[in-house]
T-cell receptor
Framework: EPEVTQTPSHQVTQMGQEVILRCVPI?????FYWYRQILGQKVEFLVSFYNNEISEKSEIFDDQFSVERPDGSNFTLKIRSTKLEDSAMYFC???????????FGQGTRLTVV | EDQVTQSPEALRLQEGESSSLNCSYTVSGLRGLFWYRQDPGKGPEFLFT???AGEEKEKERLKATLTKKESFLHITAPKPEDSATYLC???????????FGTGTRLQVFP
């Protein structure tokens, strides 16, 4: 069964550093998303990406964050100047069409120290 | 504001003891309601999508139903391997994002 692959599974970084989280979507999927889940809290939407551009973003997704699809396969989330409160599980999700089920990756646990 | 509320927060069942999880929602035009299962430290695993009131879907011991204000996930004769957090999410008509509830943590004891 095809799946969404995320790397790394766990990243520890110092406050103020930049991190890049990577996702390999399911091959025929066109819609890509990043969500995050702070420990013990809800899964929260960050950004959606379609046709090589951001289609929607939440209030959380400020200038500290950026997304791109650099090589047609990987989908990345860059977090600049990380803060302690950025510590969370970050999930990539993809689906074929905007109204169908989204498949989630296993997540990257980001710990900012 | 679009919102999802799930209850109960936690549920402990004996193996074989059927029960239901509730998801109440308010949304500005429902495009879809989604149920996911999440195991500790893992990503949400898709279970069902429901699109309109009256719709029902089944998968093994799980059955999801939908009304205009809420959805139920019925678990029939659960087994210990059904232990997980069950997440409900809605998608409104004018957006692609999912809005999640806080989930129901289900524990099934043998």
């Amino acid at each position: 069964e095809p799946e969404v692959t995320q790397t790394p599974s766990h990243q520890v970084t110092q406050m103020g550093q930049e991190v890049i989280l990577r996702c390999v979507p399911i091959s025929n999927h066109l819609y890509f998303y990043w969500y995050r889940q702070i420990l013990g809290q809800k899964v929260e939407f960050l950004v959606s990406f379609y046709n090589n551009e951001i289609s929607e973003k939440s209030e959380i997704f400020d200038d500290q964050f950026s997304v791109e699809r650099p090589d047609g396969s990987n989908f990345t989330l860059k977090i600049r100047s990380t803060k302690l409160e950025d510590s969370a599980m970050y999930f990539c999700a993809t689906n074929r069409e905007s109204s169908t089920e989204a498949f989630f990756g296993q997540g990257t646990r980001l710990t900012v120290v | 504001e679009d919102q999802v509320t799930q209850s109960p927060e936690a549920l402990r069942l004996q193996e074989g003891e059927s029960s239901s999880l509730n998801c109440s929602y308010t949304v500005s035009g429902l495009r879809g309601l989604f149920w996911y299962r999440q195991d500790p430290g893992k990503g949400p695993e898709f279970l069902f999508t429901l699109y309109s009131a009256g719709e029902e879907k089944e998968k093994e011991r799980l059955k999801a139903t939908l009304t205009k204000k809420e959805s139920f996930l019925h678990i029939t004769a659960p087994k210990p391997e059904d232990s997980a957090t069950y997440l409900c999410a809605v998608q409104a008509r004018n957006t692609d994002k999912l809005i999640f509830g806080t989930g129901t943590r289900l524990q099934v004891f043998p």
